[in-house]
Structures are given as structure tokens and as C-alpha cells.
């Protein structure tokens, strides 16, 4: 009978440690697992046809010896997935407005927005061993969406992890006026998530043009299929 009791008060022993180690696990991979950079579409504008220098410079083509108009940017960061791991090897896509608001896309052409020929409009650039990317490219600027809906100067990113479905997502520019009306922008569920896809511009490295603006964008992958746009 004492053997007995012993044996059962072992077992839930045993089962209560169990209960707490695993509850335990819980609060710490709880802790480490980040938010997502929020999910936003891809929209009407994603190149239908690569340029041929594809490259993670925007603002200068080849044969081309004149800068694209409008202000510098130089935009960095990392990518890693929720657990914190950096991610090597993805391929990062960017595509975005000129200076003026013009895709150079098909389906802006009918816009009377000035295109701008020395813009190269999209580029990519792979990340290294730390989850790192760079472009340089232009501030782009606003566009109508709509009679009503002037969008917020914006670049659009889609990332593609070397095991996992592309990420696609749009960033946005601190105290942009235009942010306080954007659909999307504002449609995000928490202000903590409009943050993360809002950078702050700051003064360049000593290295880079001194009228240049530089800002980092780190990108956190979500969980396909969950919170993911298609392309
Ligand atoms: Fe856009």
C-alpha cells in the first residue's frame, strides 16, 4: 500500500517537473520569438521584366553617366527569421517611384508623372553570412492610387529566403504627412506595427555622398502561409 502511494506521489512528482519544464520552454521561446515585419501586397507594380543590370545600385545605369534625380538614399539592414536567426543568401527585391511618383511599369503609363530615364526603378541584392543587404536608390515620391488616395512615398521589398516562401512587404518614411491617410499603412493592426515598417533617415557614414540620407530597414520573416502575401 506505502509502495503504492509512494509510486503515485513520484509519478505526479515527476509529472508537475515535467509540467513546469515545459512550461518554462514555453516563456523562453515565447520571449525570443520576434514579431514579424507585417505583411504588405506586392501591388500593381512589381517588374514585369528585369533590367538587364540588375544590381543593388538604383541610382546609376550603365552607359548612363547622370544620376538619377531626387534625393539619395542609402537603406540597410538585416534579415532574420522570428527565432532571431540571421538569414543568409536571400535574395532581397526592391521596386519602387521616381522622384516624381512614376513607376516605370506598363501599368503606370497612362499617368502624366514625369518618368525618369536614369532610374533604374528596381534592384536586388543578396544577403551575407550576417543577414545583411544595402541598396542605394532614391527617395521616391508620392502617387495617386485613386482620385481619392495619395499614396505615401514608399518602397516596396520582397525577400526570398533560400528554404522558406518569399516575404513581401512596403516601407515607409517617418513624418511623412501622407502616412496619417495611407490605407495601408494605417490598416496595420498596431501603431508597434506601423514602427516597423517606418525608417528614420539620418545623416550618411562619412564615406558616402555628403548630401546623402541613409536609414536602416531590419526585416523580420514571418511565417509563410500565416501572415504572407503572395507576389
Ligand atoms: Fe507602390
Known amino acids: ?12 512528482l515527476r509529472a508537475s517537473l515535467g509540467a513546469g519544464f515545459l512550461a518554462a520552454n514555453a516563456k523562453a521561446s515565447a520571449a525570443a520569438w520576434l514579431p514579424p515585419t507585417p505583411s504588405q501586397p506586392a501591388g500593381p507594380f512589381y517588374a514585369p521584366f528585369k533590367p538587364l543590370s540588375i544590381d543593388n545600385d538604383l541610382v546609376f545605369l550603365p552607359g548612363r553617366p547622370q544620376p538619377a534625380d531626387g ?28 522622384r516624381y511618383g512614376r513607376y516605370n511599369h506598363p501599368r503606370h503609363e497612362n499617368s502624366n508623372l514625369k518618368l525618369d530615364p536614369n532610374f533604374q526603378g528596381f534592384g536586388h541584392d543578396q544577403t551575407d553570412t550576417d543577414g545583411i543587404y544595402r ?15 495619395l499614396r505615401p ?9 533560400p528554404a522558406s516562401a518569399p516575404w513581401t512587404t512596403q516601407l515607409y518614411f517617418a513624418d511623412e504627412p501622407l502616412n496619417e491617410t495611407d490605407f495601408l499603412l494605417q490598416g496595420l493592426p498596431t501603431e508597434a506595427d506601423r514602427i516597423r515598417v ?18 536602416k530597414f ?10 504572407q502575401r503572395k507576389i
Open 135 to 149: 541598396f542605394r536608390t532614391i527617395k521616391p515620391g508620392a502617387y495617386p492610387d485613386s482620385p481619392t488616395w
Open 1 to 12: 500500500m506505502l509502495a503504492s502511494i509512494l509510486k503515485s506521489r513520484r509519478q505526479i
Open 71 to 98: 534625393d539619395i538614399l542609402h537603406i540597410s539592414g538585416r534579415v532574420r527569421d522570428q527565432s532571431g536567426k540571421n538569414v543568409s543568401g536571400a535574395r532581397v527585391e526592391i521596386w519602387q517611384a521616381n
Open 153 to 161: 512615398p514608399h518602397i516596396h521589398f520582397a525577400v526570398f529566403p
Open 198 to 215: 517606418t525608417m528614420t533617415l539620418g545623416p550618411p557614414a562619412p564615406d558616402l555622398e555628403p548630401d546623402s540620407r541613409m536609414g
Open 218 to 227: 531590419d526585416i523580420v520573416l514571418g511565417t509563410p502561409g500565416v501572415e
